[in-house]
């Protein structure tokens, strides 16, 4: 499988906290992107970030890219109750096919 | 930004019954749609490309003549499942990039229940 891993699987913070997932991808890729997921809900884009890129900030996120680990982290910030969701990276190779991590679980306690 | 659009939200349908699903680009235009099967607490998983006016490249281990794709516009994308049986019962979704290769625009999904 082509399938990247997320971990962890599932992340529990108090209000907040920063929230860090780590995303780990296997071919080489042309960009990395993070998606956010409600419960039932289709998948809400957050940030992409380029393999020449090193590191992107989008408000209370941050994401990194280490190209030469294959990996890479989304940072949430001073986390709130509405965070609370599923995270997917999702890595694009420059051919037509994006491929989803298998995602992290968060949750953000009152 | 850009608004894809996917109905119908839910399904219950009778095992044999086949099922329409749409996906739509509201404000762009999409030569290419992705369809995505998820199951609970699970990841996405790419069940074919639908390329505006060819046909769709399905991936391995999907059945083409189980899940019918046509993408007759550069704004709409359907998915038949054909003979729906209970294991076919999952989330549903569509995506769309205006892009190549960009970030992709999802639809709300579609959760369809086969009894």
């Known amino acids: 499988s082509q399938q990247g891993e997320e971990d962890p699987q599932a992340l529990s913070i108090q209000e907040g906290e920063n929230a860090t997932m780590n995303c780990s991808y296997k071919?080489?890729?042309?960009?990395l992107q993070w998606y956010r997921q409600n419960s039932g809900r289709g998948l809400v884009h957050l940030i992409l970030i380029r393999s020449n890129e090193r590191e992107k900030h989008s408000g209370r996120l941050r994401v990194t890219l280490d190209t030469s680990k294959k990996s890479s982290s989304l940072l949430i910030t001073a986390s709130r109750a509405a965070d609370t969701a599923s995270y997917f990276c999702?890595?694009?190779?420059?051919?037509?096919?994006?491929?989803f991590g298998k995602g992290t679980r968060l949750h953000i306690l009152p | 930004g850009a608004v894809v659009s996917q109905h119908p939200s839910w399904v219950i349908c009778k095992s044999g019954t086949s099922v329409k699903i749409e996906c739509r680009s509201l404000?762009?235009?999409?030569?290419?749609m992705f369809w995505y099967r998820q199951f609970p607490k699970q990841s996405l998983m790419l069940m074919a490309t639908?390329?505006?006016?060819?046909?769709?490249?399905?991936e391995q281990g999907v059945e083409k003549d189980k899940f019918l794709i046509n993408h007759a516009s550069l704004t709409l994308s359907t998915l038949t499942v054909t003979s729906a049986h209970p294991e076919d019962s999952s989330f549903y979704i569509c995506?769309?990039?205006?892009?190549?290769?960009?970030?992709?625009?999802f639809g709300s999904g579609t959760q369809l229940s086969v009894l």
């Open positions: 999702a890595s694009s190779r420059g051919d037509d096919k994006i491929i």
């Open positions: 071919t080489s890729i042309n960009n």
């Open positions: 639908s390329n505006e006016g060819s046909k769709a490249t399905y």
């Open positions: 404000d762009f235009q999409a030569t290419t």
């Open positions: 995506s769309a990039s205006a892009r190549f290769n960009e970030k992709l625009f």
